[in-house]
C-alpha cells in the first residue's frame, strides 16, 4: 500500500524560506513520480512540482520556478521540496503524492504526465499547511 506522510509546513515570513518533506513507503520508491500539490483556502489544488525519482527528471508550475527545488533522497525513501523567498501566495496546505512511472512515456514527459494523474485523484492524504506572513 501506497503510503506517504508530508511535513516541514509552518509559519514563516514573507522572504524566508521553509522546506517539506514527503517520507514514502510501501512501494519501489525507483519506480515512481512524486508531486506536490496546494490548495490555498477558497482555491482549487494546484500541481507545485513533480520529480521523477529514476532519472531526476523534475517539474515547476510557473509561479515557482527559481524559488522552489524539488529533490529525493533514495537511501530515505524521501521527497524534498525547497521553498526559498516565499511569498503570501504560497500560502496553502501542501501535498504530496505519487504515481508509478509508465515505461510508455517519454522520459522528458513523464514529471508532466505523472502530475496530470495525480491531479485526477480524489483521495489526499494529510497535508501539511504553509502559511507566509506578508
Known amino acids: 500500500e501506497v503510503q506517504l506522510q508530508a511535513s516541514g509546513g509552518g509559519l514563516v515570513q514573507a522572504g524566508g524560506s521553509l522546506r517539506l518533506s514527503c517520507a514514502a513507503s510501501?512501494?519501489?520508491?525507483?519506480?515512481?513520480?512524486i508531486g506536490w500539490f496546494r490548495q490555498a483556502p477558497g482555491k482549487e489544488r494546484e500541481g507545485v512540482s513533480c520529480?521523477?525519482?529514476?532519472?531526476?527528471?523534475?517539474y515547476y508550475v510557473e509561479s515557482v520556478k527559481g524559488r522552489f527545488t524539488i529533490s529525493s533522497d533514495n537511501a530515505k525513501n524521501t521527497v524534498y521540496l525547497q521553498m526559498n523567498s516565499l511569498k503570501p501566495e504560497d500560502t496553502a496546505v501542501y501535498y504530496c503524492?505519487?504515481?508509478?512511472?509508465?515505461?510508455?512515456?517519454?522520459?522528458?514527459?513523464?514529471?508532466?504526465?505523472?502530475?496530470?494523474?495525480?491531479?485526477?485523484?480524489?483521495?489526499w492524504g494529510k497535508g501539511t499547511l504553509v502559511t507566509v506572513s506578508s
Open positions: 503524492a505519487a504515481v508509478p512511472v509508465s515505461a510508455d512515456w517519454e522520459p522528458n514527459l513523464a514529471p508532466i504526465q505523472a502530475m496530470v494523474l495525480m491531479a485526477a485523484r480524489n483521495s
Open positions: 510501501g512501494f519501489t520508491f525507483d519506480d515512481y513520480a
Open positions: 520529480i521523477s525519482i529514476s532519472d531526476g527528471g523534475t
